[in-house]
């Protein structure tokens, strides 16, 4: 079955701007999370959603939002993009529906750069 | 809030050498552990993971690791190393909360080079 999937897979926007990431989760799975990697931060969890609905936020500015819909579909829009902000984003999906998986799928990423 | 430490950055090490690489966490409560891989040019998978019982699990490809609560520590092991284990490795750490635990807190990761 199919994976993960992100687009875009890569991106270039300015300072200022705003972006949106789209993320399917593999299907049936209906929770998303979403990460952040970066060279000197690693992954940093950034938020969680489950049946459209947000379980879980990072300690992420509130410029980063997220949303889920009823087809577990997610998007995350950043605005007012800034430097640091380039990273690569990486959505995950899990089976849980409410036990423990521990087992999160991820897709390949959505590779920002803000210049 | 927990922390997880990974002390190695790059380890390079020739094919059939044993490997072990470290993971320590702060967390002083009841916690899930994960070891994630992520190959050159590929996603993020799912190498071996712990929630209770023989705190020596066993994951894909060979690897191992072992939770020792003592000493807050999730190392990963692996006897004989192949080329193809080239990739960044990283150590998670998650809290059981009543509905899951989807927020994992990564490791930095560690780069490990084999040299054929």
């Known amino acids: 079955k199919a994976g993960v999937t992100q687009t875009p897979r890569y991106l270039i926007k300015t300072r200022g701007q705003q972006v949106t990431l789209s993320c399917s989760p593999i299907?049936?799975?209906?929770?998303v999370s979403w990460y952040q990697q970066t060279p000197g931060q690693g992954l940093q969890f950034l938020f969680e959603?489950?049946?459209?609905?947000?379980?879980n936020k990072g300690n992420f500015p509130g410029r980063f939002s997220g949303r889920q819909f009823s087809n577990s579909r997610s998007e995350m829009n950043v605005s007012t993009l800034e430097l640091g902000d380039s990273a690569l984003y990486l959505c995950?999906?899990?089976?849980?529906?409410?036990?423990?998986?521990?087992?999160?799928?991820f897709g390949e990423g959505s590779r920002l750069t803000v210049l | 809030a927990q922390s997880v430490s990974q002390h190695n950055h790059h380890v390079i090490l020739s094919e059939a050498a044993s490997l072990e690489l470290g993971c320590n966490y702060s967390y002083g409560g009841t916690v899930n552990l994960f070891w994630y891989v992520q190959y050159p040019g590929q996603h993020l998978q799912l190498l071996l993971k712990y929630f209770s019982g023989d705190p020596l699990v066993k994951g894909i490809k060979g690897f191992e690791a072992e939770f020792i609560k003592s000493k807050f520590s999730f190392n990963l092991r692996k006897p004989s190393v192949q080329w193809s284990d080239t990739a960044e490795y990283f150590c998670?750490?998650?809290?059981?909360?009543?509905?899951?635990?989807?927020?994992?807190?990564f490791g930095t990761g560690t780069r490990l080079t084999i040299i054929p």
């Open positions: 299907s049936g799975h209906r929770s």
């Open positions: 998670a750490v998650a809290q059981p909360p009543n509905f899951g635990n989807e927020k994992l807190t």
């Open positions: 959603y489950f049946s459209e609905t947000q379980r």
């Open positions: 995950a999906s899990s089976t849980k529906s409410g036990g423990n998986t521990g087992e999160l799928f």
